[in-house]
């Protein structure tokens, strides 16, 4: 099968989504199928390159100029077709012929247009709220969003954007997201949360929750002997993986693991959000540009992992990673967290933002050894199911049947 992938970015820019997009193409090139990529191009980059048997485009577009739009440092795709995105990507699907194209975020919107043309299937594996929300998170004042409305979402987009951005970024996503759902053959948000934040059931449109995926255990590297862990407490410690920020629950964090006033330390291992600032409680350390390999080793050191999101976390794999070192989660109810982690069974669930409870579920396993090595043990069976190969024939089994009216219809003929 001839596939081909449409991701905004893609290693070695790093982060869950890019790493999710090369584990697939590359799993899938491996499982026998023609894969290529094509993603925007960051500077200091080849503009083709191969990649374990994947074919890498990185292509241009004109609102790579204006970077400023978005508030990032990387080159993003717009909510809407870029014309020269647009022409881009139809030179590719020339050279590929592509049976399949499988897009991952915003620049679906560049190809929509091209999609009857190029008569390929379309499927969108939806990582997060893109398709309803300008913000991405589904949040509103810094809460939960109840839904998308002109007014909110234009009040949103200002606010972070500014009134000259985010008016007309909110206004097009409203309209390509429209075209996006009369276009896709099959979305594939990450999980329920995701799926219903995109009200993708209230528009009747075709989708199949299939999460995010982590290798399979004897493909996960650890470095064991990565200096880097020597900057580990000895013995028992609490650890948080990823983003240090308001969205990822840190200050909740923070501030319950102060009123714990625990003598086990708390590293957050991840990079401080430029935002974000607060004042570390004793025996809690940020660890900087830690390589993923030694995280997987830090997991299995650790004695909890901590997962306390308030945003709309939509199907973190880091919580993966850590079940598959074998550790029980604390995390909060909210997003994806709760198709990953079985409350009381790997680990234990508690209401987003509420300090208290996150201490008191903290608390518990540490003070239990028993109950917190059962856990441990139970979440590195569970994770199985979000493994690659449990995962990735979901995703075959997709393209086979969203090809399979094309195929039956030339066979009548």
Known sequence: MRILMLSQFYPPLIGGEERHVRTLSVELAARGHEVAVATLWQEGLEEFEYDQGVRVYRIHGS?????????????????????????ALRRVVLKERPEI??????????????????????????????????????????????????????????????????????????????????????FLPVSTAVAEANQLARHN???RVTPNFIPD??????????????????????????NIGRDKGIGVLLQSYAEMQSEVPLVLIGQPEAAFSATLPPNARILQSWPHAAVMSAWRRCSLALMP???????????????AAGRAVVASHIGGLPDIVADGETGLLVPAGDSHALGAAMQRLLDDATEREHMGNLAKERVIEFQASAVIPRIEQVYQEVLQPAKQALVAV
């Not at 990387?74 to 647009?86: S, W």
């Not at 043309?117 to 594996?125: G, N, P, Q």
């Not at 300008?134 to 839904?147: E, I, L, R, T």
């Not at 709309?312 to 990673?321: G, I, Q, R, S, Y």
Request: with cysteine; hydrophobic share 40%; glycine share 6%.
């Open 309 to 323: 999101s308030i945003c709309l976390d939509a199907c973190p794999t880091v919580t993966m990673e850590a079940m």
């Open 101 to 186: 194209v499988h897009a991952h975020n915003w620049l679906l919107h560049s190809f929509t247009p091209l999609k009857r043309w190029s008569k390929a299937k379309l499927v969108v594996t939806i990582h997060d709220c893109s398709l309803t929300c300008a913000m991405q998170q589904f949040v509103y004042h810094g809460n939960k969003c109840s839904g998308p409305a002109l007014k909110k979402c234009l009040e949103c987009a200002t606010d972070t954007y500014g009134a000259a951005k985010g008016v007309p970024i909110a206004l097009a996503l409203r309209a390509w997201g429209g075209l996006a759902r009369q276009t896709v053959d099959m």
């Open 217 to 242: 255990t004897a493909d996960i590297q650890f470095d064991d002997a990565h200096p880097l862990l020597e900057q580990l407490p000895q013995g028992d410690f609490l650890l948080f993986v990823g």
């Open 63 to 87: 609102m790579q100029r204006l970077s400023s739009l978005f508030k990032s440092d990387r080159r993003h795709a717009p909510p809407f077709t870029d014309p020269e995105t647009m022409l």
């Open 205 to 207: 449109v075709p989708y």
